[in-house]
Nanobody
Framework: VQLLESGPGLVKPSQRLSLACTVSGASITTNSYVWRWIRQAPGKGLEWIGS???????YYSPSLESRTTIARDTSKNQFSLQLSDVSPKDTAVYYC?????????WGQGTQVTVSS
């Protein structure tokens, strides 16, 4: 299973961050898979942003829930992240990841910088 993040590397403060994750080697609707967005800010640990299950159910970090939307496009075998009203504190490497009963799979990560 391979995952690849895509999206702008630079976002201005107060705007919306939008990323997509293209999955190959597995269908995002396959039973038992959970798909996640995770980020790592400079000098900090990994932070879970949210998840979408194979059935389309979503779960969000309470600290980010008010600004976060995770969705999927089954025709493209993609899931996406939108984070609204960003600030420089949202600067981080953003990862998409997936997991099933067999293992965990990660994208390479994409740097997103919030700056004017």
């Amino acid at each position: 299973v391979q995952l690849l993040e895509s999206g702008p590397g630079l976002v201005k403060p107060s705007q919306r961050l939008s990323l997509a994750c293209t999955v190959s080697g597995a269908s995002i609707t396959t039973n038992s898979y959970v798909w996640r967005w995770i980020r790592q800010a400079p000098g900090k640990g990994l932070e879970w942003i949210g998840s979408i299950g194979y059935g389309g159910d979503t779960y969000y970090s309470p600290s980010l829930e008010s600004r976060t939307t995770i969705a999927r496009d089954t025709s493209k075998n993609q899931f996406s992240l939108q984070l609204s009203d960003v600030s420089p504190k949202d600067t981080a490497v953003y990862y998409c990841a997936g997991a099933d009963t067999i293992g965990a799979y990660w994208g390479q990560g994409t740097q997103v910088t919030v700056s004017s």
